[in-house]
């Protein structure tokens, strides 16, 4: 049903994004190789998600079977928030990514794509329910770690993932789930780095990262209140 994470829309202005992906945006939109950035002006820093689907219609009664209600607006299917147990969450349909935004930078300076997003739960076995059993995302890890006290659960979408964390220290609850951060692939870390800098972006140092030969750093600026790193070194999921 879900081929592929569409685009994310985030609450704030495109100028910040374009400084940080070093891509130009075009008709308010910025797109890497193989996600989307659209910009509004209400809800949580970063505020919905939208998947890609081959065939609207088709979802739509596959979701409806599953007992995930979900109503047609434009060309989306919202799905309704009780469902996604709080997350704004939409079908649109689509073959493929489409074309990346052209760079404003040396391309190797450039963002190439997302890694992953970040969704914090209050129960894990709950979202275990819905991204597997009722959107038929792929469980590729469920991971837990007391020394960052998080249990981590990855799901495979494309060539990117959907990270559900929760908190190893607390009880499991009914709460609602958040849309929490972003993590961005880099080609070339350090040019990245060296290139946000120049512009005036708040970064930290690149450091280890918890992926084996990865490295990282986090974004502090430009980045609308959405919590953010850049991974480089690393093999897609």
């Known amino acids: 049903m879900i081929t592929f994470l569409d685009h ?19 008709n308010g939109r910025l797109q890497t190789g193989n996600i989307g950035l659209a910009f509004g002006t209400a809800g949580e820093a970063l505020s919905s998600m939208v998947f890609a689907t081959s065939d609207l219609d088709k979802a739509a009664r596959l979701l409806e ?28 349909e689509r073959r493929q990514p489409a074309t990346p935004s052209a760079p404003t930078v040396d391309e ?5 794509s997302l890694d992953h997003i970040v969704i914090h739960t209050p129960n894990p076995e709950r979202a275990i329910a819905f991204y597997a059993g009722r959107l038929g995302l792929d469980l590729r890890l469920d991971r837990s770690n007391p020394e960052w006290g998080s249990r981590l659960l990855f799901f495979r979408c494309g060539d990117l993932v959907v990270e559900i964390a929760s908190d190893l220290e607390k009880v499991a609850s009914n709460g609602p789930d958040r849309l929490w951060g972003l993590s961005w692939r880099a080609s070339d870390i350090a040019k990245v780095n060296a290139r946000l800098k120049s512009a005036g972006v708040d970064v930290s140092p690149v450091r280890t990262g918890r992926r084996p030969g990865t490295e990282v750093f986090s974004v502090n600026s430009h980045t609308e209140g959405v919590p953010t790193i850049v991974i480089g070194g690393l093999k897609h999921w």
């Not at 994310?8 to 075009?26: E, I, K, P, Q």
């Not at 079977?65 to 996604?84: F, I, K, N, P």
């Not at 190797?108 to 190439?112: L, P, R």
Request: glycine share 10%; with cysteine; charged share 15%.
């Open 8 to 26: 994310v829309v985030v609450a704030g202005s495109v100028g910040s994004y374009a400084t940080l992906l070093g891509r130009s945006a075009a």
């Open 108 to 112: 190797a300076a450039a963002i190439s």
């Open 65 to 92: 079977r599953r007992a995930v209600a979900c109503e047609r607006a434009g060309d989306q299917l919202a799905l309704s928030h009780e469902a996604t147990h709080g997350v704004p969450i939409a079908l649109i």
